[in-house]
């Protein structure tokens, strides 16, 4: 791709539109990986989506952020941090941080460790303090949906309201049914399993 065409399609001007046609294009490009592998879950499957060569990638990270941000505010969620569990949700959480940021947001990102550490300060939420403000619980992808469920019970914990769960791509393995039935917030997704081709 030629410089004066990344410079376009990653400015803050580029149409939300736009940003989820090239978000797409690149996610079948560079993280679709298609051969037997095991999940995090235990499952087999036939492919796997391999979000970290999205949300590390030097064009596409800047396009998570304005694609998850059009897409939260298309749903009328109001939230003031963002993160989810370390490792998969950090990228995500700093891509809606930036683009917030572009968009003259204040919007703090934040790490949800596995579990509470047990020295220094004890923390399991990393990063600016989560108390009593609205909290959006991010990830990558989720396919069970445990990722996400602990994210948004050590949130909770620490004293954040959480106002919705929201993914990249959604596997349709039910997470969504599983993360609205256990924490009563939406769930959102940018894109289904069947806009990569893998229906």
């Known amino acids: 791709m030629a410089p004066d065409k990344l410079v376009s399609m990653t400015s803050p001007s580029v149409s939300p539109a736009d940003a ?10 560079l993280a679709v990986v298609r051969g037997k592998v095991t999940l995090s879950s235990g499952a087999e499957a036939d492919y796997y989506i391999d979000l970290r060569r999205i949300t590390l ?39 809606v941080m930036h683009a917030a940021a572009d968009a003259g947001r204040p919007v703090d990102a934040f790490v949800v460790r ?36 602990t994210a948004v019970e050590g949130v909770r914990n620490a004293g954040g309201n959480v106002v ?13 049914e599983k993360i609205e039935a256990e924490t009563g917030v939406p769930y959102l997704f940018a894109f289904g399993k069947d806009e990569l081709g893998l229906d």
Not at 20 to 29: D, F, H, N, Q, V
Not at 63 to 89: K, P, R, W, Y
Not at 164 to 176: F, L, N, P, S
């Open 20 to 29: 989820r046609a090239r978000l797409l294009e690149l996610i079948k490009e």
């Open 57 to 95: 990638h030097h064009e596409a990270s800047k396009l998570v952020g304005q694609v998850m941000l059009n897409m939260i505010d298309d749903a009328g969620i109001s939230f003031e941090c963002a993160g989810g569990l370390t490792m998969g949700a950090d990228p995500v959480g700093t891509a």
């Open 114 to 149: 596995k579990a509470q550490k047990s020295y220094g300060m004890g923390r399991q939420v990393e990063g600016p303090s989560v108390v009593g403000r609205n909290v959006l619980v991010l990830e990558d992808t989720s396919t069970t949906g445990g990722s996400a469920l």
């Open 164 to 176: 919705a769960v929201a993914v990249i791509v959604d596997r349709d393995t039910g997470a969504k």
